[in-house]
Each structure stands twice: as structure tokens, then as C-alpha cells.
């Protein structure tokens, strides 16, 4: 099973980013995902996460309405829409999938099986 994140990169303040995430080796059609952050001396936070069928998402307070979290079970891809980005969104961005979970817990990195090697969005003010 491997998970490659992809669409990070360097962006002005009030700009925006599409992260991607492609899942091989397995369908995760059934799984929640979700993406982490982690900056620079801090740790790893939960940004997003959707349920299996994407009709539910939940979202960290710091990123609420500025990022949209989506998939498409067909493609086995996950992604994360950044719009509004500001200089404390910089940091490298996680992809994880779990292989069954539960949705309660979807904020907690404990519920995810897979994680993506990670993709670096930083962004300057």
C-alpha cells in the first residue's frame, strides 16, 4: 500500500493550493482519509477529514472556510482545496487513510493505518 501526496509548493499570502493523494496497493473506497500538518517544531495536527461516501467532513477551527476536503472513490484520490492560505499554514501536509475507523475518531492520527510521504507547502507573507 502506498499513498503519494502531491500539489504543495510555494505560495503567496491570500493564494491558494490543491493538494492530491493517490492510494495504490488497495481500495480504500470504505475508508475515512484525512490530511495532517506538521510545521516546523510543532506537532503533527489533523486539518481535515471526510467519511467514506464524503458525506461528512470535519475540519480543524484554523482552517475552517478556507479549506474544502473532498475524494473520488473511482480514482482511489483524496484531496485538499487551500484557498485564503497564511504564513501559519506553512508546513508539510499528510495524507492518511484508515483501513476501517471510526468516524468519531477522525481527528485522532491513532485511527489511520496509511500515511503519504508528505508534500511541503510553504507560504509567505
Known amino acids: 500500500v502506498q499513498l503519494q501526496a502531491s500539489g504543495g509548493g510555494l505560495v503567496q499570502a491570500g493564494g491558494s493550493l490543491r493538494l492530491s493523494c493517490a492510494a495504490s496497493g488497495s481500495s480504500f473506497s470504505t475508508s475515512i482519509k484525512a490530511w495532517f500538518r506538521q510545521a516546523p517544531g510543532k506537532e503533527r495536527e489533523f486539518v481535515a477529514g471526510?467519511?467514506?461516501?464524503?458525506?461528512?467532513?470535519e475540519y480543524a477551527e484554523s482552517v475552517k472556510g478556507r479549506f474544502t476536503i473532498s475524494r473520488d472513490n473511482a480514482k482511489n484520490m483524496v484531496y485538499l482545496q487551500m484557498n485564503s492560505l497564511k504564513a501559519e499554514d506553512t508546513a508539510v501536509y499528510y495524507c492518511?487513510?484508515?483501513?476501517?475507523?471510526?468516524?468519531?475518531?477522525?481527528?485522532?492520527?491513532?485511527?489511520?493505518?496509511?500515511w503519504g510521504q508528505g508534500t511541503l507547502v510553504t507560504v509567505s507573507s
Open positions: 471526510i467519511s467514506w461516501s464524503g458525506a461528512r467532513s
Open positions: 492518511s487513510v484508515a483501513r476501517g475507523g471510526n468516524y468519531a475518531n477522525v481527528q485522532s492520527a491513532q485511527t489511520y493505518d496509511y
